[in-house]
C-alpha cells in the first residue's frame, strides 16, 4: 500500500513558476513508476508527465514539453514536478500517481495509488 500526498499548488500569474511535490508512504517508493495529471473543471483528466523506476527515463504531455520536468528522490520518497513558464491553460486539479512497475505509464487506469491532488491556477 502506497499513501501519496501532493503540495505545492497555489495561485500563480502567467509566466510563473511552481513546483509541486508528492510525498510517498511506503518502504518500497523506488519500486514505482510514478506520474503526475491534472483535471481541469469540466475537462477529463490528462496526462502531464511521467517518470519509470530508475529515474532516468521520462515523457511529457507535448503541452508542457520543454516548460514542465518531473523528478524524482527516492531518498525522499518524493516525486517533483518543476512548472515554468504556467500558462492560464495549465489551471488544473494536479495529482501524482504511483504504479507497481518499471517502465512509464501514460495510461491513468494502468496506476494502482493516487493522491488526493493540488489546485494550480494561472491567472492572465
Known amino acids: 500500500q502506497v499513501q501519496l500526498v501532493e503540495s505545492g499548488g497555489g495561485l500563480v500569474q502567467a509566466g510563473g513558476s511552481l513546483r509541486l511535490s508528492c510525498a510517498a508512504s511506503?518502504?518500497?517508493?523506488?519500486?514505482?513508476?510514478l506520474g503526475w495529471f491534472r483535471q481541469a473543471p469540466g475537462k477529463e483528466r490528462e496526462f502531464v508527465a511521467a517518470?519509470?523506476?530508475?529515474?532516468?527515463?521520462?515523457w511529457y504531455v507535448d503541452s508542457v514539453k520543454g516548460r514542465f520536468t518531473i523528478s524524482r528522490d527516492n531518498a525522499k520518497n518524493t516525486v517533483y514536478l518543476q512548472m515554468n513558464s504556467l500558462k492560464p491553460e495549465d489551471t488544473a486539479v494536479y495529482y501524482c500517481?504511483?504504479?507497481?512497475?518499471?517502465?512509464?505509464?501514460?495510461?491513468?487506469?494502468?496506476?494502482?495509488?493516487w493522491g488526493q491532488g493540488t489546485q494550480v491556477t494561472v491567472s492572465s
Open positions: 511506503g518502504r518500497t517508493f523506488s519500486s514505482y513508476a
Open positions: 517518470i519509470n523506476r530508475s529515474g532516468d527515463f521520462t
Open positions: 500517481a504511483a504504479a507497481g512497475r518499471w517502465e512509464i505509464i501514460m495510461t491513468g487506469g494502468e496506476y494502482d495509488y
